[in-house]
């Protein structure tokens, strides 16, 4: 049959890799095992699926032969008197798994365990991004601004940590299920974010993450139904991925949301988004997914970017940032306040950022376009072209590119040419 689609085997892994990940974990009681044993079987499949076609259940076909590698290994292996029960188990397993079956779903398992106290907080996240969202460690490495070999390092100690601890690979009781849940939707919001944010490729959006997000985020809401941050959680990706379908043109590129159709936002979405976030405010413990969930409701119900009620959305960023003062909050207030305030004063605020966000890409690009809001072109032209330098995102760039030429449009002398990221 020739060769395989190396691209189905891609998405196939793209989009089941957490639950397929959760399933091996759970039976093999070792994360990097685990992950060493699911790229076997997709090396594998690069060479079988090719042969003699592609499975009827290519998720079900992963796993059995993940499962089989770690037969292999634990048969190998110099200690494998130490995994006699084990590998027993795995053998019985597989000598009845003739037939292809549903995996069973172990992710909010997974991402519990991830998020365990005994991890720090930005292990926890790191892990669960790596092993259930299946972002590669350098993506994660440059969402913490950390080198690729730094984050490896945190990555590998976290997967021995869990292992000589024994950390259980279990959803916590209700006695400690509420210190582990801050941390457990600060993950799904970070993978969602990913999702909808990319940080390379050809496009920003990842519609496999941004679903892996939402599936977790209504599993959380199943498990904790009187959360009113949960709820707030849920509404906020509801409220967001509703804009997915206009946030590219149809050759791929960037559609900021200005300038978006708002003709096919997914309306039942944006429904069901602000039902939650009026029944989570209403709980009386206001967090700050609620708050971002109230911001996104507002864009999501304007019939326009100029029916946009700005000033509400100023005064939810104002509560989130007493909530949380982290400086991209304050970006954003910032940013909002343009629109009420004007770009003056909101340049003002942005400038007082720039040694906190230096590297931060978004931070650029929205001061260049406040810069050339007030038509200062020449900054405006040097910050689009640091923005474009700091994104590994090509539709982005291509944007941002479109920006600079509009820029460069009304101040032809420009010293930096036309290609200033052409090097």
């Given at each position: 049959?020739?060769a ?6 891609a998405?196939?892994?793209?989009m089941?890799?957490g639950?397929l990940m959760?399933a091996?974990i ?9 992950e060493?044993?699911l ?13 003699s076609g592609v499975?009827?259940n290519?998720?079900?076909?992963l796993l059995?032969v993940?499962q089989?590698?770690a037969i292999?290994r634990?048969?190998?292996d ?8 084990e ?5 019985r397993?597989?000598d ?7 995996i069973?779903?172990?992710?909010l398992r997974l991402i519990?365990?991830c998020c365990?106290p005994?991890l720090?907080r930005?292990t ?10 299946g972002?590669t460690?350098?993506?994660?490495a ?9 984050m490896a390092q945190r ?6 940590k869990i ?5 259980p690979?279990?959803i916590?009781d209700?006695?400690?299920?509420p210190?582990?849940v801050s ?6 919001y970070l993978?969602?974010?990913?999702g909808?944010?990319a940080?390379?490729?050809d496009a920003?959006?990842r519609?496999?993450?941004c679903?892996e997000?939402l ?6 809401w ?6 009113a941050?949960?709820?707030g959680?849920?509404?906020l990706?509801l409220?967001?991925h509703?804009?997915?379908a ?5 050759t791929?590129?960037y559609v900021?949301?200005k300038?978006q159709?708002r003709?096919?936002w997914?309306?039942?979405?944006i429904?069901?988004?602000r039902g939650l976030?009026?029944w989570?405010l209403?709980q009386?413990r206001v967090?700050r997914f ?9 864009h999501?119900?304007a ?13 939810l ?5 007493r909530?949380s003062?982290?400086?991209?909050v304050?970006?954003n207030?910032a940013l909002?306040?343009a629109e ?10 942005v400038?007082?950022?720039?040694d ?6 978004p931070?650029?690009a929205?001061r260049a376009e406040l810069?050339?809001?007030l038509d200062h072109l020449?900054?405006?032209?040097l910050a689009y072209?640091?923005a474009?330098s700091?994104t590994?995102?090509r539709?982005e760039q291509a ?5 600079l030429?509009?820029?460069?449009k009304?101040?032809p002398s420009?010293?930096l ?7």
């Open positions: 049959m020739g395989p689609d190396n691209n189905l085997v998405a196939t892994l793209r089941d890799r639950r959760a091996l759970a039976r093999l009681g070792d994360f990097q095992l685990a060493d044993c790229q076997d079987a997709v090396e594998a499949a690069l060479i079988h699926w090719g042969r499975p009827d290519p998720q079900a076909w059995r993940a089989r590698k292999d634990f048969r190998r110099a200690r494998s008197r130490a995994y006699a029960a590998l027993a188990a795995l053998e397993e597989d009845a798994m003739a037939v292809p079956h549903d069973p779903d172990h992710r519990f365990t365990h005994a720090e930005k926890r996240v790191a892990l669960t991004l790596r092993t259930l969202g972002l460690t350098d993506e994660i440059r969402a913490f601004l950390d080198k690729p070999a730094t990555l590998s100690r976290a997967r021995k292992q000589t601890a024994a950390i690979f279990t916590p209700d006695a400690n299920l210190e582990r941390s457990v939707l600060t993950v799904i993978i969602f974010n990913e909808y944010a940080t390379e490729g920003q959006l519609v496999d993450l679903e997000a599936f977790l985020a209504r599993l959380m199943q498990l904790c139904p009187d959360d941050e949960v709820a959680l849920l509404a990706i409220l967001t509703a804009r997915r206009a946030r590219m043109d149809d791929g590129g900021p949301l300038a159709d003709g096919i997914d309306r039942a979405a429904e069901e988004g976030v009026e989570a209403a009386g967090g609620q708050l971002q969930a109230a911001i996104a409701a507002l999501g119900e019939a326009s970017a100029a029916a946009t009620d700005w000033r509400q959305i100023v005064a960023y104002r509560l989130l940032a909530m003062p982290e400086p991209v304050r970006l207030l909002a306040r009420v305030d004007g770009a003056g004063q909101a340049l003002a605020d400038d007082h950022l720039e906190a966000l230096s590297a931060y890409q931070f650029h929205a810069l050339a809001r020449g900054e405006a032209e072209a640091r474009i700091l590994q995102v539709s944007f941002l590119r479109g920006q030429a509009l820029v460069q009304k101040r420009s010293r040419g036309r290609s200033p990221t052409g090097r």
